[in-house]
């Protein structure tokens, strides 16, 4: 008897004594020798050059090896080649903003199959393609805040039209989504939308998109582009028409694209976040994937670097945080 | 030799029975350096990425390079008989917007694909029919018809795509048998059945005797009219094959599908040894000048060089396999010896005429 | 006697008369016309002035474009190649401004149109030596530069902002209500109209067109008028990539993407047969001008603007039927005449 309970206590000390050592939660590395491959919608938008910037200062922040592939046209059938060539080239993970939901998904499954790790960013694919998606900020909110801000600018009253990306955009036609349903509340009843045009993020499609609007709605009062090439081509085809002023504009942008429109009266106000951060983070949600130290389950939680620490929520999704709103006060005090 | 008769030679004139056998010579001799380029872009792939000479990327290469490969087919017959069809891609677009549409109105599949080729058909008898029947210019019908079908494929699908096909068919464009895609296998009975007609049968005779005089061969009782309106009908339906393996494989039915491959395809056929003034080129040419293209672009993409700067290689490519045997033709006549006191000032002066 | 003088006077309006309804111009002002007052019935707002002045600078650079394209094709030639060089040129001058902000706007100008010369003059190098048949050689360097624009803007961007204003300017203001970039392009109208009407240099190139075997036969100097033909188209596309980024202010690698059959569409339905020795650059500039206006008519209709392509087609179609029936029509002509002695 003795012996035995001897052994037991020296069991259940020993236990005790080494369980502050046993996984360390807090302070999981990152692997060495990783590999990630980030694939934006297309290569030639200042937003993603940005955002990936963020992805590649990440990569450097972990030591490990980042690089950015992409087509120049946002179709998902270009974005196919490169998820096959990643593939063949034996990526670690692949971090993607997709442009479709539903296109890629045979692709993604065949990468995650070879063991690779996929993470969506911005523009999520349907969930069984992705292990996380880190968006930028609720999409509900964004949708709204969009309405909320032109009603407020155009006094509740008035025909108002969006002007979008491409049509099969997966976070364009959520948060569109969230703004019809918020156009439908009582206090919106006398505003109406009266179309969605789609600029397809290139930017002379977005300008004569909007002179198109404008002549096809003469009573228009308001435009909203929840894209930062479209709000950008936008204001700059309003600033020389007769129209500056009189049709608000709001939507997501760049502090530095919009800066001059702010200045001229063309855009009271517009939102967006840092798309660096939104990359940063992605990054490291791969990055925690690929070592292994997370596995995409809800309620896990990972260090983002100086982002500090996430939760995973409900099907994987990551927030990055609220969105800023620019204006004529604060617009200065930023650089992207 | 007088001048006339070098003014003719120089425009591609009559080609007489004995040039048959050097015709044939310099063809082999064409696909003999075509191999043995194909050769060292593989050896140069391999060193550039060891990734290179895996199944795995075989597949995608084989996979990627189908699409342009089946438009190449029917293309080069019709190069041959001097004529261009600029349409192809855009029936391929066609073809795919089609799908698209027709799916989303719930149509059963079954129904929908032999309604995508008939649609294709359609298209290549217009094309036949304006450069038969009406003498119109083929390169300035097909230009016209490249816009025209590019556009009915915006008519029916505008911005959208339709991305939901049922796993059984779209498996059809991406599943392989062993490491070769199903597709690509499609395309190899096709390339052979092609090769047969073309070389080994009277149809294909006449296909030559059309593109080196067509007055003559008329004269000879070929019915050329008959037989440029099939050239296109086939080129239709070939294309609109196309369209579907495309949408197939990328699960994407849009309006914008296959934009810029007709020059692709084009760049193959040139490549390949088919004379641009009609008359002469193998299909097995063409097939290892599309396989030549898909590995360095397969290569390139390897190391990371984007798909953009692939498009260099291409208008290279396409440049070079013309520019380079003329300059060596060119340098051969000047060494030739001259067999009479005749300048050559009007060949000289000659313009390259388009394919029409 | 009498008879005679009044038949002779008749047959002369009467001839005028044929010639005009032969007039691919006249037929294309009147299509317009009808356009234009189709629309407006429809929806007054298609003759504001600021729809107006939108539509005419869209179509301006279109215009001049086809006025390039022209010379070629009337020498049975093409030059697929200029969207490319509009997308070169239309970055290098962004990329000017951007790295320099003080470069006078005409030493800019000079710097794209001579970028321009020089890609065209790489055009007739391969056609000319390398007897390379002008439609590959043009699909070709359609390929290269387009792939060099991509390799080089390597996915920046020049924004409006770091183009001076009064660079932009050119794209808004201007005398007598038009943009200055409008007067450019009529500029230009006007000089190679003249060129080609009374010059002989013009004449040469409706020879090469309608016969080249003949041209060489009579002596003209065919390689010259040729190179010269794609040198203009160059530098014509040159131009339009400067103008572009005063249009539209910001410039990535996709400026100018998949323009050429635009633009070759424009010229053969305003008259300049795709066969070559025929067509005026007036009625290329007509016809980018209609397609402009059908453009504009369709989106102020609210009608969905994807029918825009296939119009297009369409025209393009009706445009090369029609010339070849002309032609056939005038072969029997010359025909008989011939045979009346």
């Known amino acids: ?42 290569i030639n938008n200042p937003y993603n050059v940005i955002e990936t910037g963020g992805s590649l200062a990440a990569c450097k922040d972990m030591g490990i090896e980042g690089k950015v592939v992409g087509p120049s046209d946002a179709s998902a059938s270009s974005q196919v080649s490169y998820i096959n060539t990643m593939i063949t080239q034996r990526q670690s993970a692949i971090v993607l903003a997709a442009n479709d939901p539903n296109a890629l998904l045979p692709y993604l499954k065949r990468a995650t199959q070879q063991g690779i790790k996929i993470v969506t960013m911005d523009s999520d694919t349907a969930k069984e393609g992705r292990t996380i998606f880190c968006n930028q900020a609720s999409s509900e909110m964004i949708g709204r805040s969009e309405v909320q801000m032109l009603a407020k600018e155009i006094d509740y009253k008035g025909d108002i039209a969006i002007l979008s990306a491409t049509p099969n955009a997966t976070n364009q036609n959520t948060w569109i989504g969230f703004m019809k349903d918020e156009l439908q509340k009582p206090e919106y009843k006398d505003m109406k939308l009266v179309t969605v045009a789609y600029g397809n993020d290139d930017d002379q499609k977005s300008f004569t998109e909007t002179q198109g609007l404008l002549e096809a709605y003469p009573n228009l009062r308001g435009i909203i582009s929840p894209t ?10 309003l600033s020389t028409s007769p129209n500056k002023g009189k049709i608000a504009l709001v939507g997501l942008g760049t502090p530095n694209q919009m800066r001059q429109f702010v200045k001229d009266g063309t855009v009271k106000e517009f939102a967006l976040w840092n798309p660096a951060d939104l990359g940063y983070l992605a990054a490291y949600a791969a990055a925690q994937l690929a070592s292994g130290n997370i596995q995409g389950k809800e309620g896990e939680t990972f260090s983002a670097g100086k982002l500090g620490d996430r939760t995973i929520g409900k099907d994987g999704l990551v927030i990055l945080g609220p969105p800023t709103v620019f204006s004529a006060d604060n617009i200065d005090q930023f650089n992207f | 030799m007088n001048s006339s008769t070098r003014l003719q030679l120089a425009q591609g004139g009559p080609s007489d029975a004995g040039k048959q056998g050097r015709r044939l010579a310099r063809a082999v001799g064409w696909e003999l350096i075509l191999g043995i380029l194909l050769l060292a872009a593989i050896v140069a792939g391999q060193i550039l990425s060891p990734d290179f000479l895996t199944t795995a990327n075989w597949t995608n290469l084989l996979a990627n390079f189908v699409e342009i490969a089946l438009l190449a087919l029917p293309l080069t017959l019709i190069v041959i008989t001097k004529e261009i069809d600029l349409s192809v891609a855009s029936i391929l677009g066609l073809s795919s917007s089609l799908l698209g549409f027709l799916w989303q109105a719930r149509w059963p599949m079954p129904l929908v694909l032999p309604t995508c080729l008939a649609a294709g058909a359609l298209a290549g008898l217009l094309n036949g029919f304006l450069i038969v029947q009406f003498r119109l210019p083929s390169l300035a019908v097909t230009i016209g018809t490249l816009t025209l079908f590019r556009g009915f494929s915006f008519v029916l699908l505008g911005d959208r795509a339709i ?19 199903i597709p690509f296998i499609f395309f190899l009975i096709l390339a052979i059945v092609t090769a047969i007609v073309v070389h080994a049968t009277p149809f294909g005779r006449t296909l030559f005797a059309i593109g080196g005089n067509q007055t003559a061969a008329q004269f000879s009782g070929v019915r050329t009219q008959r037989t440029k309106l099939i050239l296109f009908a086939v080129s239709g339906i070939v294309s609109a094959l196309a369209g579907i393996v495309f949408t197939f494989r990328f699960m994407s039915s849009r309006a914008d599908n296959g934009t810029g491959f007709e020059l692709s395809a084009l760049a193959a056929v040139f490549l390949g040894g088919v004379s641009v003034v009609g008359g002469k080129g193998t299909v097995f040419g063409t097939f290892l000048s599309l396989l030549l293209i898909a590995v360095i672009n397969n290569a390139l993409t390897l190391v990371d060089v984007s798909n953009e700067i692939l498009t260099i290689v291409t208008g290279s490519l396409l440049i070079s396999s013309i520019v380079l045997p003329n300059l060596l033709s060119q340098v051969r006549e000047r060494f030739r010896p001259r067999h009479s006191a005749e300048t050559s000032a009007p060949v000289a002066q000659s313009v390259p005429q388009n394919p029409s | 006697m009498k008879r005679d003088y009044l038949m002779g006077k008749f047959g002369g309006l009467s001839q005028a008369w044929e010639r005009l309804l032969r007039s691919r111009e006249a037929w294309l002002v009147l299509l317009l016309a009808v356009l234009v007052i189709g629309t407006a019935s429809a929806n007054t707002r298609f003759l504001g002035s600021q729809n107006i002045k939108d539509l005419m600078l869209n179509v301006s650079l279109i215009a001049l474009l086809a006025i390039g394209q022209s010379i070629p094709i009337i020498m049975r030639q093409i030059d697929l190649s200029v969207g490319s060089i509009v997308g070169i040129t239309a970055f290098l001058s962004g990329l000017i401004f951007f790295d320099h902000p003080n470069t006078p706007n005409l030493l800019v100008f000079l710097v794209g149109t001579g970028v321009g010369v020089l890609l065209g003059a790489i055009n007739a190098a391969l056609i000319i030596w390398g007897r390379v048949p002008s439609l590959i050689a043009t699909l070709g360097t359609l390929y290269i530069y387009r792939g060099a624009d991509y390799a080089w803007v390597h996915g920046r961007q020049i924004n409006a902002a770091n183009v001076p204003a009064s660079f932009l300017a050119l794209g808004n203001i201007g005398f007598l209500g038009l943009p200055l970039l409008m007067w450019i392009v009529l500029l230009f109208l006007v000089l190679a109209a003249v060129v080609l009407r009374q010059l002989p ?11 080249p075997t003949a041209a060489v036969l009579a002596g003209i100097n065919v390689h010259r008028r040729v190179c010269m033909g794609f040198l203009f188209s160059g530098g014509i596309a040159g131009l339009t990539g400067v103008l572009w980024l005063a249009r539209f202010g910001t410039v990535d690698a996709t400026a100018g993407l998949g323009i050429e059959f635009q633009v070759v569409t424009a010229a053969v339905v305003g008259g300049v047969a795709i066969t070559g020795g025929s067509g005026t650059v007036g009625g290329a500039a007509l016809g980018a001008l209609l397609l402009g206006v059908f453009n504009s008519a369709l989106v102020v209709l609210r009608v969905p603007p994807f029918w825009q392509q296939a119009f297009q087609g369409t025209m393009l179609l009706v445009a090369i039927s029609v010339d070849a029936y002309l032609a056939h029509r005038l072969a029997i002509r010359l025909r008989i005449k011939r045979s009346h002695l």
């Open chain 3, 201 to 211: 240099m013009g004449r040469e190139c409706y020879a090469i067109g309608s016969n």
């Open chain 1, 228 to 237: 930062t090439v479209g709000i950008s081509a936008a204001a700059r085809y």
């Open chain 1, 1 to 42: 008897m003795k012996p035995r309970c001897s052994l037991t206590i020296a069991v259940v000390c020993s236990l005790i004594l080494a369980a502050p050592w046993a996984p360390a939660q807090e302070k999981k590395e990152i692997k060495k020798g990783l590999k990630i491959a980030f694939i934006p919608k297309n």
């Open chain 2, 163 to 181: 991305a939901d096909f049922p796993p059984e068919y779209s498996n059809l464009g991406f599943g392989t048998i062993g490491f070769l895609p």
